[in-house]
């Protein structure tokens, strides 16, 4: 068969019976529509992980809690135990003592790591790189 005698398709007549306008303008309605179509796709994805984000923070955060009263009563445990060995006034000061051991260690090590933060150095570097680059160059003789 030729093409003269192949029968036309509803879509092949109307594409014969459209102006290029008009084809052009259902062209950009359709991707006006896919590009709100995406948008609301990356909307209910995002609320969605947000979602998600929020509960787990939620959990971390009672865990720390729950963490914080295991040290509580952990600590109330060892002081009526030294209290029975030493009287409770001595023992308290025992574990009071203790925790200002552990928070002075990690005061230190959290200060020795600040310390250690250098911020953004490949950045600075290439920054100051940048000034060179747009110097317009001497022409050697």
Known sequence: MTESQIPPTPAHAKAESTSLGDLLGDVTRDI??????????????????????????????????????????????LWYALGELMGLGWSAVVVAVLWAIVAAVLASIGRKELKAVKG??????????????????????
Do not use: W
């Open 32 to 77: 006006s529509t896919l590009m709100r179509q995406e948008v609301e796709l990356a909307k209910a994805e995002l609320k969605q992980s947000t979602t998600r984000a929020g509960k787990g923070a939620g959990m971390l955060a009672g865990a720390g809690v729950a963490g914080h009263f295991v040290l509580l009563f952990l600590s109330i445990a």
């Open 120 to 141: 953004l150095p490949q950045t600075a570097e290439t920054i100051q790189e940048i000034p060179e680059t747009l110097k317009p160059r001497e022409e050697q003789r």
